[in-house]
Each structure stands twice: as C-alpha cells, then as structure tokens.
C-alpha cells in the first residue's frame, strides 16, 4: 500500500490535498531523466512516510519552464504550504520572488545561490522572509573524492603516461553558471594541485548529456592523443566519452579511466564491471532530507539552530561491493524500505544534528 502511495504522489500530483500539510517540488530535470526521477522517488518516499502532500512538477532540463511552474503554483486556488526549487540556470531568484509575493513558504534544494545572486538578494529569511532555507550537498568535496581516486588509479596503472611524462587529463564539466557544477570544478582543481605530473589539456561543458560528451570527446580525443583519464561531473557524460573511446578501439578500466557522479542502474554496474573508475552519489537524497526538514519545521521544530543554509556532505564514494549493496537493497528506487520518521527531530524528539547521508543507508 505505501508504494501505491508514492506512485500517487509520482504520477498523479494534482490530486486534492489529503496529507498533514502540502509540498510542490519543481524538479529542473526531465521526466525520464534518471538521476532526477530517482530524486523525486526519494522524495516521494519521505512524504509518504511523514504524511505530507508531495507535488512533483517536471521542467524538462528547461530553466524558462521552471518559473511557468511557480508561475502555475502561486496562481493556483489551492496553494501549497511549502514550495521546494532548484537553483538550476541560476533561476532560483525569480522563483523566490514569485513566492514570498504569494506567501509560499519556500526551501532551495541541490543549488544554492551564487555569490553574486546572494549580494543581489541576501540569505533566507531577509528580503525574501518567506525563503525559509536551503539544503545543498558539498559538490566541491564530490568533484575532489571522485578526482583524487581517478588520478591515484591512473597514477597506479603505470601506462597512462604520455611521452612527456605526464598523465593528460580531459574534463567534462556540466555547464557554466550552475553552482554544482562550478563547484565540483573547484574539487577538481584542488585535487589537481596534489598531483604535479598531471596536465589538464581542456575542460569542456557537456551540458550534463551524453550524446554532447560523446561529440566533444571524438574530437578531443584526437586533439589530445595521450589523454587517457576523464574526469566527468556526472553519469551520463562519462558514458558519453566512454563510447568515443569505444568507438577507437580502446576499453574504459584498462586502456582509459573515467569518474562520474550519480546513482544510475547504469553507473553502479558500469562500477562493478570496472568500466568506471571512480563513482561518487548520494546528492539524490536531498529531496527526502527536505521532508524531514519540512515536517520538522512545520511541528515547530525549526531547523535554524543548525543554520539556515545547510550544506551536507552527502556524497560517498561507491566502490564494487558498495554498489552491489545499493543495487540489493534499493533496486529500482525501492525506497520506500527506509523509515524516515527516525530521522525527524520533531518526531525522536532530538536535539542533535540532522544526520543525513546515503553511507548509513548502506551499511
């Protein structure tokens, strides 16, 4: 019956509200995007253990869509209670404003506002008094883990040196003004600085796809003949240079190394099989740790001691036998096995710190 909930709360989000209280999620990714669908499912699963009304609006990698979608929610006869946005394309600003305009009380998820977006507009709870706060997960120490491990593996492997003596590296960032990809680009560069021998040739943006990865990789590849380590800032763009390499002849975990970061069916087997080096995931827990933050929040259990602006860290990296025990007890997004009121301070009456991240989960 509890998984026929979250389908609900999936597939038939405009229902009349029924639960505790209210929540709108406008999910930046598309709707058969998996690393997205697999955070909605998260999400749904939290909801449905706390009781809360979840809404999941889709906005199909469409930054435009994204303010129609809050645009939709604040016209609405019904409101929600609480509105969850992304700070994807740097539209988080908008969004909040429409928001605190239609008394929505609003948390920011996976993205926080960039430095030059938070002198424009402040912090939660000032200009916008109805932003009540923000979740993030530290996407700087996700794009350091998954660099360090790929470089040592390289460094390891003996044969991916060019003639000059140094290991090339290719980096496949997401896209220019999106803090987590700015953010896992700095990880990379600290990362970078531990390693002398290493050359960066060129950082490109796939746009977080695989097809664009694969096409800027084919020409790439044949710009930087030596390169054989890619460190990518997600899943999809890792597969996507892996079928460049492919396509030459040469085979990812022996002839080439490649990072990646998400939780994908696909990505934890690519693990297993040892075609990705090094895989970092976790982030996609954001969305359930929000209802528990909500659900707190809204039985007078205020968040605020622990600060407004909080920032996990939620990546782990996922070896083999990690994977393996990610793909036994979740599957397909079972989700639905993890008992979130535990995790409620309202409801264990606890005072101590949220402890969210996905190790415990698979421990």
């Known amino acids: 019956m509890r998984r026929l909930f979250i389908l609900l709360f999936l597939l038939l989000p405009h229902l009349a509200w029924s639960g505790e209280f209210s929540a709108v999620f406008i999910n930046p990714g598309k709707s058969d995007e998996k690393y997205w669908v697999s955070v909605s499912r998260f999400m749904a699963a939290a909801a449905a253990d706390l009781n809360i009304d979840l809404e999941v609006r889709y906005a199909e990698r469409d930054h435009v869509r994204m303010i129609e979608h809050v645009e939709a929610v604040?016209?609405?006869?019904?409101?929600?209670?609480?509105?969850?946005?992304?700070?994807?394309?740097?539209?988080?600003p908008e969004m909040l404003r429409m928001a605190d305009e239609a008394g929505i009380k609003t948390l920011v998820l996976l993205n926080r506002l960039d430095d030059t977006q938070t002198l424009a507009v402040g912090g939660p709870r000032g200009k916008f008094r109805h932003w009540i706060g923000s979740l993030t997960p530290d996407n700087t120490a996700a794009g350091y883990i998954t660099a360090h491990a790929l470089l040592q593996t390289a460094r390891k492997s003996g044969h991916s040196y060019g003639p000059d003596g140094k290991l090339h590296l290719i980096a496949i960032a997401g896209d220019r003004s999106t803090p987590a990809s700015v953010q896992r680009l700095q990880g990379l560069d600290r990362a970078l600085r531990e390693f002398p021998e290493i050359q960066l040739d060129q950082i490109v943006y796939g746009e977080w796809l695989q097809d664009r990865a694969k096409d800027q990789m084919d020409v790439l590849a044949q710009r930087y003949p030596w390169a054989r380590t890619v460190w990518a800032a997600n899943d999809l763009m890792a597969f996507g240079a892996m079928d460049s390499f492919r396509a030459r002849g040469l085979t990812p975990g022996k002839d080439v190394f490649f990072s990646g970061i998400n939780n994908s069916r696909e990505a934890l087997d690519a693990v297993i099989d040892g075609s990705l080096s090094?895989?970092?995931?976790?982030?996609?827990?954001?969305?359930?740790?929000?209802?528990?933050?909500?659900?707190?929040?809204?039985?007078?259990?205020?968040?605020?001691?622990?600060?407004?602006?909080?920032?996990?860290?939620?990546?782990?990296?996922?070896?083999a036998r990690a994977a393996k025990r990610f793909l036994e007890r979740f599957g397909e997004g079972r989700f639905d096995v993890i008992d979130f009121r535990r995790y409620s301070r309202a409801l264990t009456h606890s005072k101590a710190p949220y402890a969210f991240g996905l190790e415990p989960l698979l421990r």
Request: hydrophobic content about 50%; proline content about 3%; aromatic content about 14%.
């Open 278 to 319: 090094q895989l970092a995931a976790g982030h996609f827990t954001a969305g359930g740790w929000a209802m528990v933050m909500l659900y707190d929040y809204h039985h007078g259990h205020d968040f605020a001691d622990q600060g407004l602006e909080l920032n996990y860290p939620l990546f782990t990296l996922i070896d």
């Open 74 to 92: 604040v016209r609405a006869a019904k409101k929600p209670d609480y509105l969850v946005i992304v700070n994807e394309k740097a539209a988080a």
